[in-house]
């Protein structure tokens, strides 16, 4: 670990300040769960009283969504050590066995779920969009293997909006899985770079789901991964085509509360792009916690390992817009609203915004 992120570990006051924005340690009523709690435990590790190997499953109990960064007026960062800490368990090769199989998935089929083959009806709309443009839209690995139907619903959007766009049958991984599992380490930086080389090949990359989005605007500059091409979220994209008439669009009236994705929120600084998408096909309520302020409702990678935990988040997160009584979510993230969809509940019903575009969510 670096000295930056020993000092962050021996920075924290333990003074419960982000105790309620932890969306793991709400689910599990554990303490453990805390940014509080797993410094203390890397904390030990650095004295020599605990071995890495004793806190390492503790590393992976982490979103890495920023809220509790977000929270802490002393300018802590707990998602900087945890991340660091994973990577030093890799080095060390005392990772979880769980976690050494999804990196093992990451590096031999480009996806931590080890899922080779397209959805039938995703190859077909694929297919459709394979010549070369100036403009390529990425879709990720969680819209291509295990939730088809979102991407086949992001081209129907650009395809609806008159958009000349590339799609590619064979897409490289972006690098944000191995990032989230095993931090900058070399495979990390050379699965990145391989992306870069073909994503260069196009003048603008359009990210579907935002964890890419992340990884091309933020992670590859401070890797030094020569992405050249220009990468914009999917929902700036969707914003700026309602904005200019190209995405024609018919207000419903319909109430919704929008799910904000962190690495929009708070990595990227972007909040009001969906929202302009929103309130052009019905109208935007908002739930108490959103904006930077938004609290995380669960992912597929996490759902690997702790699928119980992720139900638990989505069913918070549920419940946060049962509060303001809305009825309706939408969300801008494929693997959160992958997360919602599973909760076992009938109340609120879940929507993508690719889906309200489609006029599949804008029923009054």
Partial sequence: MTEKSKKHVDACRFCWMCRHICPIGNATGLERNTSR????????????????????????????????????????????????????AAMEGVLPAYINRLVEHCLETGNAYGITEL??????????????????????????????????????VLEKAGVDFTVLMEEPASGWQLEYLIGAASETREQMTACAGQLNAYKKIVAFDPQDAVVFKREYRELDVGLTAAAVTFTSFLSDLVQTGALAAENSGKEVVYQDPFQ???????????????????????????????????????????????????????????????????????????????????????????????????ES
């Fill in 37 to 88: 709690a797993r410094a203390l435990g890397l904390s030990l590790v650095n004295r020599g009283v605990y071995k890495l190997e004793d806190v390492v499953d503790n590393l992976y109990e982490c979103a890495c969504c920023g809220a509790c960064t977000k929270e802490c007026v002393t300018g802590y960062d707990p998602v900087l050590f945890t991340r660091e800490a994973r990577l030093e």
């Fill in 264 to 362: 929009l929120a708070r990595d990227l600084g972007e909040t009001e792009a969906a929202r302009t998408v929103i309130n052009a096909f019905a109208v935007c309520r908002e739930m108490l916690l959103h904006g930077r302020d938004t609290m995380w409702a669960g992912n597929l990678l996490m759902r690997e390992w702790m699928p119980e935990v992720m139900e638990k988040v989505a069913a918070g997160r549920i419940r946060d817009a049962e509060g303001v009584g809305a009825d309706t979510i939408v969300t801008a993230s494929v693997s959160e609203y992958a997360s919602l969809k599973a909760a076992k509940q009938e109340k609120v019903k879940i929507f993508s915004l690719e889906e309200l575009v489609l006029g599949q969510g804008n």
């Fill in 119 to 156: 959805d039938d009806g995703l190859r077909k709309a694929v297919a459709a969009h394979v010549q070369k443009t100036d403009t390529l839209l990425f879709l990720g690995v969680d819209a291509r293997y295990k939730v088809p139907a979102a991407a086949v619903n992001a081209i129907r």
